[in-house]
């Protein structure tokens, strides 16, 4: 029986059988990390080792391969095996309106980001790191809409940054076509407003899909976007050891206007020494500020 609480992290996943094996090898293990990021450039090197072995033991089971020299001759011989790979690593699953108290506590957050930048007259500048196929972005970039609407506000821009490493789920999020089960959390006034039917299908409209920018971006690699109002970043970080968990945190409060928010997924925190930059708004939404050096505009609790 397990003794987990959700105070510790993201539920344990069930190990498979011949994990065993895998948690005994852990120089095997960074052998095989390191060959995936020299071989094709994949980078899981800085990710947790408990997760890494869990999914790796996956594969193992699935090629009915039993040791880490079997599973690297595999590959040699098998180059489709690290496309499979690829995507057992990186763990895709998402939703519309992901944790809707969360998204309720955040919208009173973003009521107040959204009369800064109409007041100051300039555009909202959004990012959502780790956007899979795209269900985050897209119940932003709704939400916006519904605010705007709602508070009588008008912006000049909205840019909406969404960025991944899986090339595949970007693709997905850039056709923005969900199938009925996909749409199930959304409230039934924004399907009306935001989607249409295509074939069975829910097709974002036009006007939303060209507010976000999906591409490529590795968190662990390449610099943050700039002069942003909100960055979130859920359920991705839980996956990093300490290490690469700190240094995005420092790339999130370069990226974060002096008055920018940060929302992190339900099982996530900005770790303890991430606390020197973020100051927690909202326990239980996992909302932060950045840290002020300097008075800034003075921030109101909604
Ligand atoms: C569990 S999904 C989270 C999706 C969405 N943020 C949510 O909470 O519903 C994690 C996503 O992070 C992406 N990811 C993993 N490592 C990453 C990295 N180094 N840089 C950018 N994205 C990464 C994965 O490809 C995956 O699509």
Excluded at 124 to 150: F, K, N, Q, T
Excluded at 164 to 189: F, S
Excluded at 196 to 211: F, H
Aim: glycine share 4%; aromatic share 12%.
């Amino acid at each position: 029986m397990s003794d987990w609480t959700p105070a510790d992290g993201l539920p344990p996943e069930v190990n498979p059988p011949g994990m065993e094996e895998i948690e005994d090898n852990p120089e095997a293990l960074d052998q095989l990390l390191e060959k995936l990021y020299e071989e094709r450039g994949i980078d899981f090197r800085n990710y947790k080792r408990s997760t890494m072995s869990r999914r790796l033991a996956k594969r193992f089971r699935a090629r009915k391969v039993k040791s880490y020299t079997d599973y690297i001759k595999l590959l040699d011989k098998n180059v489709e095996e690290y496309e499979t790979l690829f995507d057992d690593l990186t763990v895709n699953e998402t939703y519309f309106f992901r944790n809707q108290t969360i998204f309720e506590t955040f919208q009173k957050y973003l009521i107040t980001i959204i009369k800064n930048c109409s007041d100051d007259n300039r555009p909202l500048r959004i990012w959502s790191a780790g956007c899979s196929s795209g269900e985050e972005p897209y119940s932003v970039a709704m939400l916006v809409d519904h605010c705007l609407l709602e508070q009588q506000k008008i912006l000049p821009e909205i840019q909406i940054f969404a960025t991944d490493i899986d090339q595949n789920m970007l693709q997905k999020a850039k056709e923005g076509v969900y199938p009925r089960l996909a749409v199930n959390g959304i409230p039934t006034e924004f399907l009306q407003s935001y989607f249409s039917l295509e074939n069975g299908n829910y097709k974002i409209t036009p006007s939303l899909q060209k507010q976000i920018r999906f591409e490529f971006h590795n968190l662990a690699h390449d610099p943050p976007f700039e002069n942003l109002d909100i960055i979130l970043c859920r359920n991705v970080i839980i996956y990093f050891n300490i290490g690469l968990q700190m240094e995005v945190l420092r790339k999130f409060y370069h990226g974060l206007r002096d008055d920018g928010l940060l929302l992190l997924g339900e099982y996530e925190v900005a770790i303890r020494e991430g606390r020197n930059l973020f100051t927690n708004l909202h326990f239980e939404a996992k909302l932060y500020r950045k840290r002020q050096r300097k008075q800034g505009k003075s921030w109101k609790k909604p």
